[in-house]
């Protein structure tokens, strides 16, 4: 059981370009979110899925978009990177008896020069 | 929506002392605050959770208590351990998880 894993683990981007990043979880669990994480700041909701197909914006969406194609993965997309978007990025998962109770990967750091 | 206030910003301890982090939280629908432990280079691990209906909860060194009517709630290590630094992030629910800025905690040897 690998739990809930993250593709890449860091990444250098110039602004304007574009990439995705990859959550993957293998505990069959229906709720997925994408975090962002700055200093002083603590983590902040991105977006979040409640099941495959669905998504809904969090707090800070701007810039981001998602796709939720296979229950086990959650994408999260940069359209067009600019520097205020470098961050740690954090995926969780929970399962639906217990949706608040957020099981995190291991983080993409992204760089954007 | 839910504002969470964590403090300190950080601690420092002599191993073997305890340790306090105290959170605050505005919504006062918020009925579930879960502690995260966050190791360099690593993401946030579930440590301890307490509901709203119970004031305290213990694993170990590690505890929880809850005030529902001043709004607030605080971490507690007991016997602390190099091991134990690390950045400890609270959090409330209420529809979705709301984190503290984070604490981050060094145990000197």
């Known amino acids: 059981n690998a739990g809930v894993t993250q593709t890449p683990k860091f990444r250098v981007l110039k602004t304007g370009q574009s990439m995705t990043l990859l959550c993957a979880q293998d505990m069959n669990h229906e709720y997925m979110y994408w975090y962002r994480q700055d200093p002083g700041m603590g983590l902040r909701l991105i977006h979040y899925?409640?099941?495959?197909?669905?998504?809904a914006k969090g707090e800070v969406p701007d810039g981001y978009n998602v796709s939720r194609l296979k229950k086990q993965n959650f994408l999260l997309g940069l359209e067009s990177a600019a520097p205020s978007q470098t961050s740690v990025y954090f995926c969780a998962s929970s399962p639906p008896a217990r949706q608040e109770t957020q099981y995190f990967g291991p983080g993409t750091r992204l760089l954007v020069l | 929506g839910e504002n969470v206030e964590q403090h300190p910003s950080t601690l420092s301890v002599q191993e073997g002392d305890s340790a306090v982090i105290k959170c605050t939280y505005s919504d006062s629908a918020s009925n579930y605050f879960p502690w995260y432990k966050q190791e360099l280079g690593k993401g946030p691990q579930l440590i301890i959770d307490i509901r709203s209906n119970v004031g305290e909860k213990k694993d170990q060194r590690i505890a929880v208590t809850l005030n529902k009517t001043a709004k607030h709630f605080s971490l507690h290590i007991t016997e602390t351990q190099p091991e134990d630094s690390a950045v400890y992030f609270c959090a409330a629910n209420d529809y979705k998880l709301s984190f503290g800025a984070g604490t981050t905690v060094t145990v000197r040897a």
């Open positions: 899925s409640v099941g495959e197909g669905t998504t």
